[in-house]
């Protein structure tokens, strides 16, 4: 009886593996050598995507898998082609994201060999996945096939666990590599399973996450430090898709309550957005008055470090214990300052501090004008913010921020929205106002590079039916322009905002604005690009729009069907004064008014 | 006194070591971190391209580097950008490039501690680079600079050891990294090295290369063989640039006339254009007859492995010795039937095996009809190609092998020719006839890939006032589509080549090709892309060309200023079948005259 050939029955093994294990989709470039890869997939019942640039394509299961939270697989043939999937393995390292990382390649025999399209893929991407395995050569041998099974599923569940991250499969196939039926293989591939009675996945995986218990000295002495504090604050830096399922706000706005915390809630942090993030202590106005806002005595750090620079170093400044809430125990505090690392998930250690502070009876909490202070504080600032986004002032003195607040203010409930790196997301940390809408904000904010946004909001995009919003500047833009294929080959729907300033805007923010040359050449780097040409090559609607006018050209795009690009043009070094003026004028206020209030 | 931090002068310090050294360009992407480097740099003599995207700029650099044999330099700031470097740094390994990469980085106590835009950059390329060496924190300490200058100057003397590849120094830096002045650090940066009396670079390095000697064992054992021979043959693969430059044609064709012995020149080799490869014994459309070619006895192969499948296929089946010449002793013939390796540079063995076959008296050499079978294969094969190039023919059935001859039948002397990977190549293979004219023709054949192939083009072209022209594929086109910024940025002047199949024509060849599905959603992948409107985005003038007018639109882009893009169409089924159809018509053209001539 004939079969088809091994390397065939290799790819399907491995994709019932990990189809059964709960894999939902694949996101694949094409190539010869992964060909037994590409047709199991597309066999299969998972979602496929198809793209063409590899590095576009790793970001775009990255988007995907950071908005799910769940592991999407990428898959590539062999070459340079997994070499481009290496950025986004990076970003998904530092920022937690589970993806499986799936890479054909030669047979072993003709690596070093001066084999045409073989390069060294053994642990390509180094240190920054959490696993590496080399599959061995697809044979029908009972053995091989059960390690096939088994680390199929190792992989998949490697990507969700503490911390998530990329995992990476190397996998070598030989000729033929087309579905080609042979006589010469045993199908001893499906039986070996069947065999042992299994429904499931081969290796069923239950991985347990770091807790501690309420009973454990950390969470009493954490929960000693909130009842005893004078000056509580809650920072919640950037979440990890998992952190995000796991950790309930509300169960962050109890305990802050309780003791009287304010919550610093940075954009990406699933906290300055949802229920409970207007009528509860969520801070967002801080990046404005970190520098004059009182100093907390006790700090609770969840998620990565925050995006606020002024924020970061008042806290560094702080005469305050510390404590960071992490999982994976990696001390992510990068001015050394923090004194407690409690190294288990945000959630048990709040849910067990919860409890303890029921007993503890009414004196817990803060000093009566603490909470007060950081209240009138951000009453202040968004005025502040509100006045400069007066049309008339808008008309005077344009700047970022104002399109990044409205488009906050005027999302979708609910909505995706997706923030470049760069100045977007400062600006989205400084004027997106805490709103009670189940906005999902996501960033790259693991390695920060501008690279591979656009393939990151396409494939958060992709996810859900939710409306997607994709905020970016134009060298984010150009960078993965490239990306913008999937808007018509994965069909996802989305408003692009550009914020246009013909350049790197960021280094005017900088020191090296005060030298020319070689500051215009080899900084700010204006590239003249006309980007409705680069939507006319993508077929996306396009839309140049003046500060004044966005809200109403954002409600449109929102309301209307297909991508539409609204291309907002700024001075970079024009936005950088009026930003100046914006953070020294507000300063100013939100210092008088606490002053004020003492 | 006041002087530059430190930060600056150690970048100072580095670059001017460089400068010293003989390096003569940087390709710069704009970044924060990167600054003193940036500085020093644009300070420099030195030639400074600037590049937004770190994919294009690493290609960019490889492209130029690949063009002069010279290293060309890199630097990007810290996180994903490094990793975008990561493709080119594959290709310069494997195809022996010279490639000094520079990343900043942020200190070394920021690292793996949540700091912003911080990765692990220690050894990011793993094995892909001939040295890694990680600078330390800059200072003004004499060792520590000397020990910067020594690094400096020996980084740039690795990329063109034996082999040439590339080298990359991982440069951290703390702020200021902008070039104030302070009154802080000493200026023993210069007076280092001057008190030393020097002039030129710290380290002065002069790399010797392996050699044989003529009185050697292997090279007589060599010259023996060749002399004893029946039917000699020399196999000229692609060559990496400093062998190119290292190997004289006229030497190898003089051993090769001595025994009689035909020379297969891949495009790739610098054998199959320019003086001597008409009225020698060069051999260019072997890919059409390897199949049905006299079997040699002796085979002396130089370069990498050759591009035609058909050639390498019949080596492997060819019962001979077969001798490969390579100074890194690489062993790079993937078919495992070479039977001699001689680790030294080819110029050394045939200037060798020259010497000696003078002594050999006059019976040294193949049998009489063993040259003159392969003229009359090539006489045969290059007729058929005329025929299926006339214009009748072409209009009735037009395919990509057409304009490839026609590429470089007219293509000024000199000229550069970059040829993309996939069917470019192949057809640049099959339809390219030698040509005595200076044409040096580049491809990334060393890791094959697709992607970086416009950057390298116009790197190449960047280097020389020759006319570039550049032959691509739609898909790798595509892949870089943001190196065409380049154009602009660093005025390259080209005709761009593009055979536009919309998808993967090369998935054509291969037998996934019958199974549909997956094969057009998955493999040939139809992107329908409008390349006149990525023309439009860059500024390029687009023309649309018949096939069979190509050869006159060819003729006046090469004699207009500015870059063109020349889009020809193809229906890449119907090429397949027409290639297929002329293979079979020449190779039994070929075949029944051998037949008639023995």
């Not at 890869?37 to 995907?64: C, M």
């Not at 047979?107 to 390509?124: F, Y």
């Not at 190397?170 to 199908?187: I, M, Q, S």
């Amino acid at each position: 009886m004939s079969a088809p050939n091994r390397a065939t029955l290799w790819g399907r093994t491995l994709v019932d593996e990990l189809e059964k294990g709960g894999l939902e989709a694949v996101c694949i470039s094409p190539g010869s050598r992964s060909t037994p890869l590409t047709v199991a997939f597309a066999e299969s019942d998972l979602e496929v995507f198809s793209q063409l640039d590899e590095r576009s394509a790793a970001y775009f299961a990255l988007g995907r898998a950071r908005r799910t939270g769940e592991p999407t697989a990428l898959v590539c043939t062999s070459g340079t082609a997994a070499a481009n999937f290496h950025p986004a393995v990076i970003e998904a390292n530092q920022a937690r994201v589970p993806l499986l990382v799936l890479t054909a390649d030669r047979p072993h025999e003709l690596r070093d060999s001066g084999a045409n399209q073989t390069i060294d893929q053994v642990k390509l991407y180094g240190d920054a996945v959490r696993w590496y395995a080399e599959l061995p050569d697809p044979e029908a041998d009972e053995r091989k096939v059960r390690s096939l099974r088994t680390t199929a599923a190792r992989a998949l569940a490697e990507t969700v666990g503490t911390p998530a991250g990329p995992v990476h499969l190397n996998c070598p196939f030989r000729k033929p590599l087309e579905p080609t039926e042979t006589g010469a293989v045993p199908d001893s591939f499906a039986a070996t399973p069947a065999g042992r009675g299994r429904t499931g996945a081969f290796v069923e995986t239950d991985r347990g996450r770091p807790t501690l218990e309420d009973s454990s000295d950390a969470v009493a002495d954490l929960a000693d430090a909130l009842a005893a504090a004078d000056r509580p604050l809650f920072v919640a830096g950037p979440a990890d898709p998992v952190e995000r399922r796991d950790l309930e706000p509300a169960t962050v706005f109890a305990v802050a309550e309780r003791v009287g915390a304010p919550v610093v809630a940075d954009p990406l942090s699933g906290l300055r957005f949802g229920e409970g993030a207007t009528d509860g202590p969520v801070l967002g106005g801080y990046d404005a008055y970190a520098d004059v806002a009182p100093e907390p005595d006790v700090v609770v750090r969840l998620g990565a470090s925050p995006t606020s620079k002024p924020l970061r170093t008042a806290l560094a400044a702080a005469d305050a214990d510390q404590y960071l809430l992490d999982p994976a125990g990696a001390w992510r505090e990068a001015t050394f300052t923090a004194t407690d690392l409690l190294a288990a998930t945000p959630s048990s250690v709040l849910v067990g501090v919860r409890e303890r502070l029921r007993s503890a009876g009414d004196d817990a909490g803060a000093d009566d004008e603490w909470l007060e202070r950081f209240e009138r504080a951000e009453r202040v600032r968004w005025r502040c913010r509100d006045e400069a986004l007066e049309p008339s002032a808008l008309a005077d003195a344009p700047f970022e921020g104002a399109v990044l607040a409205t488009v906050f203010e005027d999302a979708p409930d609910p909505a995706t929205v997706v923030v470049a790196n760069s100045m977007p997301i400062r600006d989205a940390d400084r004027f997106a106002r805490p709103r009670d809408a189940e906005l999902t904000v996501l960033g790259n904010r693991g390695a920060s590079g501008i690279d591979g946004t656009t393939s990151t909001a396409l494939g958060a995009g992709s996810a859900t039916d939710d409306p997607l919003v994709f905020v970016t500047g134009d060298l984010s833009l150009y960078h993965d322009s490239n990306g913008l294929l999937a808007v018509q080959r994965c069909g996802v729907d989305a408003t692009i905002v550009l914020l246009d300033n013909d350049g790197g805007g960021i280094f005017h923010e900088l020191p090296i604005a005060d030298f020319e040359p070689p500051f215009t050449d080899q900084f700010e780097t204006p590239h003249g690009l006309e980007f409705e040409r680069l939507a006319a090559l993508y077929d996306l609607e396009f839309e140049r729009v003046d500060p004044v006018d966005f809200a109403a050209a954002y409600r449109r795009s929102i309301e209307s069907a297909g991508t539409q690009v609204l291309a907002v043009r700024f001075d970079a070094e024009a936005s950088h004064r009026r930003r100046g003026v914006l953070a020294e004028r507000t300063e100013t206020a939100v210092a008088d008014a606490l002053e004020r209030g003492r």
